[in-house]
T-cell receptor, first 114, second 114 residues
Framework: AQSVTQLDSQVPVFEEAPVELRCNYS??????LFWYVQYPNQGLQLLLK??????LVESINGFEAEFNKSQTSFHLRKPSVHISDTAEYFC????????????FGTGTSLTVIP | NAGVMQNPRHLVRRRGQEARLRCSPM?????VYWYRQLPEEGLKFMVY????????ESGMPKERFSAEFPKEGPSILRIQQVVRGDSAAYFC????????????FGPGTRLTVT
């Protein structure tokens, strides 16, 4: 089974500043990696995913994440945040060979300060 | 194309009552997953179902919890004799038959046990 670690439970950042949300996973087996965003009282929305190919993946709203196999990490970054980015962010991992379940981190609450 | 539907969105039950949570997957999706999110925690896998079959229930509590995904109709997560510790958000996700590597989440059902 996987263990997903999001070291930062809360990240406050000023508007237009850069941000990095960290995610590490435990196993060295082949994995798929995801970032989901959850706005208050809503469900999870897929932000971006890594399945194969280029290790740098991007979302339509300016986020990017880089898969680093040697460090078993999938950190999420944005060069300039907006107020609307305030939300809870979850990193998730599934194993390629089994893939039945996602393993989630405990989430990082991003608060963008005007 | 409608997304994953869950109802009710909010459910209040007294201790000892039964809770029934419903999930309709996205059109064309035949795989359903249930997750539970406790306050201040990430999502935890409960069960994975295909039509009329439970594939993986390794995350389900041994007692009082059951799930089904009948040939016709939504998937049902049933909690008998609810206790306060069952209060949580329950999320359903679905994926297409071609691959398990991407899951689409519903808005969740927030269960409150009084």
């Amino acid at each position: 089974a996987q263990s997903v670690t999001q070291l930062d439970s809360q990240v406050p950042v000023f508007e237009e500043a850069p941000v990095e949300l960290r995610c590490n996973y435990s196993s060295s087996v082949s994995v798929y990696l995801f970032w989901y965003v959850q706005y208050p009282n809503q469900g999870l929305q897929l932000l971006l995913k890594y399945l194969s190919g280029s290790t740098l993946v991007e979302s339509i709203n300016g986020f990017e994440a880089e898969f680093n196999k040697s460090q078993t990490s999938f950190h999420l970054r944005k060069p300039s945040v907006h107020i609307s980015d305030t939300a809870e962010y979850f990193c998730a991992v599934s194993e390629k060979n089994t893939g039945n379940q996602f393993y989630f981190g405990t989430g990082t609450s991003l608060t963008v300060i005007p | 194309n409608a997304g994953v539907m869950q109802n009710p969105r909010h459910l209040v039950r007294r201790r000892g009552q039964e809770a029934r949570l419903r999930c309709s997957p996205m059109k064309g999706h035949s795989h359903v997953y249930w997750y539970r999110q406790l306050p201040e925690e990430g999502l935890k896998f409960m069960v994975y179902l295909q039509k009329e079959n439970i594939i993986d229930e390794s995350g389900m509590p041994k007692e009082r919890f059951s799930a089904e995904f009948p040939k016709e109709g939504p998937s049902i997560l049933r909690i008998q004799q609810v206790v306060r510790g069952d209060s949580a958000a329950y999320f359903c996700a679905s994926s297409p038959p071609a691959g398990h590597y991407e899951q689409y989440f519903g808005p969740g059902t927030r269960l409150t046990v009084t």
